[in-house]
């Protein structure tokens, strides 16, 4: 985190929901790896701004994004969260009830990739979307977050600067080839209206045009 996204998260009230989140993390030995604050406070607004009701998140760990995009949610919206772990889906739902959340959330334990085929086979519709899995993985998931949308969806993606590595063309590993893709088509694709937010580790932020 760079001084001004200190500055910037310093003036955010205690949380204690969040912070419950991110203790089971430590205490569990999990990857800490969860959305910063200030974009965990961006999905609660684009999720209340768009109106969304039905939410799909990729990659779920403790449940930070979950109960940042569930607290979003109006009257009778749910929450869809595939995660490919069975420790951190359950670790993910414990945080999610504890947070009074729980009724509004179910997770799909597998391969991201498998329950967005089941998913797209089962003719499900979303309203938003957040991708924050494995990074490789990106181009495949917006494909099928494209599929999966109601007319002006909103499709979010965290990581997309890989801590500068997208930038820099002497990097060619397969998750940064994958990234630049991905920020490619957001920036685009004749379908989407994106953007790419430089904050944290960047996040896509894009619409899916009617
Ligand atoms: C960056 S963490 C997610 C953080 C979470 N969105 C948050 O901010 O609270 C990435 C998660 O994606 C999961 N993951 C990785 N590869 C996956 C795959 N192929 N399918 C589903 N989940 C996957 C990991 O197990 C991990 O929990």
């Known amino acids: ?11 955010f009230p205690p949380d204690e929901d969040l912070a419950r989140v991110l203790e089971s993390i430590r205490a569990k030995g ?7 604050t200030g974009y965990g406070r961006l999905l609660t607004l684009l999720v209340q701004m768009s109106g969304a009701k039905e939410l799909l998140e990729i990659g779920a760990l403790g449940g930070y994004s979950g109960i940042c995009l569930a607290r979003g949610l109006g009257v009778g919206g749910s929450l869809t969260s595939l995660e490919l772990l069975q420790e951190y889906a359950d670790t993910a739902k414990e945080n ?11 997770h799909l334990v597998g391969d991201a990739g498998e329950s967005l085929e089941r998913l797209t086979s089962e003719g499900r519709r979303y309203d938003f979307f957040f991708i924050d899995a494995d ?8 494909d099928a977050a494209i599929g999966l949308a109601n007319p002006g969806a909103v499709i979010v993606a965290d990581n997309t600067l890989l801590r500068g590595r ?20 957001v920036a685009s694709d004749r379908r989407l209206t994106g953007t790419l937010l430089p904050a944290y580790d960047g996040l896509a932020v894009v619409r899916v045009n009617p």
């Open 1 to 11: 985190m760079n001084e001004m996204e200190a500055y910037i998260e310093a003036l």
């Open 30 to 36: 999990m990857p800490e790896i969860s959305v910063p």
């Open 96 to 106: 999610l009830e504890a947070a009074g959340l729980g009724s509004r959330v179910s």
């Open 135 to 142: 990074k490789g993985g990106y181009v495949r998931y917006l």
């Open 166 to 185: 997208v930038a820099d063309l002497q990097r060619s590993g397969p998750s940064v080839l994958a990234m630049r893709e991905f920020n490619e088509r």
